[in-house]
């Protein structure tokens, strides 16, 4: 969903989740991934493949 564009507030409507959850979901995927923001984790995962268009 981040990949997709989604805001935090979006993603927790969705997953039916705080948006506080999703922010430390996220901290926790910049971590793993070694990267500073949403846009580097957007740009992981298309280079990765896990996205298509």
Not at 14 to 37: C, M
């Given at each position: 969903?981040?990949?997709?564009?989604?805001?935090?507030?979006e993603?927790?409507t969705?997953?039916?989740?705080s948006?506080?959850t999703v922010k430390?979901?996220?901290?926790g995927?910049?971590?793993?991934?070694?990267t500073r923001n949403r846009?580097?984790i957007?740009?992981?995962?298309?280079?990765s493949?896990i996205m298509?268009?």
């Amino acid at each position: 969903m981040v990949a997709r564009g989604h805001t935090n507030a979006e993603i927790a409507t969705i997953l039916f989740i705080s948006p506080d959850t999703v922010k430390n979901h996220i901290a926790g995927i910049q971590n793993k991934l070694g990267t500073r923001n949403r846009v580097d984790i957007a740009a992981w995962a298309w280079e990765s493949g896990i996205m298509t268009s």
